[in-house]
């Protein structure tokens, strides 16, 4: 057993959720969700391109099994907006509305700030070898 290499791996998960619970804190006088901005970013980077349930689950950072419900909450608040789809009836177009990009605009704000001092944390190539790591870590995964 490496004792080094698990305490690695703890302290990426507790971070991980730290930085979650810290977004999640930011976006809470909104009363949106760290889900909910999650999907509204990834529909807003679809730039006006409808998408289904399925493509914005496959493009969320933290994936959730309650999507529809994410979905539901945020077309009750007017962020979102859901259309039949015109080539398949079983499924359905979904898309940012201006009142979602005009929240997203103050969420995305918020959540930089947040951000912004831990960005001094590390130097530029410590971020990049930071980066390096873990993704030399995923990729034995894949192996």
Request: aromatic fraction near 6%; include cysteine; hydrophobic fraction near 35%.
């Amino acid at each position: 057993m490496n004792k080094t290499y698990y305490q690695a791996i703890h302290q990426i998960i507790i971070t991980g959720h730290w930085i979650t619970d810290q977004v999640s804190t930011e976006l809470k006088e909104f009363g949106i969700t760290e889900p909910q901005y999650n999907v509204l970013r990834t529909l807003k980077g679809a730039k006006g391109k409808p998408l289904t349930v399925q493509e914005i689950l496959d493009n969320m950072v933290q994936r959730s099994s309650n999507i529809t419900r994410i979905v539901d909450k945020l077309l009750s608040k007017g962020f979102v907006e859901r259309k039949e789809c015109p080539t398949n009836r079983r499924k359905m177009d979904i898309t940012i509305t201006q009142e979602g990009e005009v929240i997203l605009k103050k969420l995305d704000k918020k959540v930089h700030d947040f951000h912004k001092p831990l960005m001094t944390s590390l130097n530029q190539e410590e971020f990049e070898m930071l980066k390096n790591l873990i993704l030399k870590l995923k990729s034995k995964q894949n192996d």
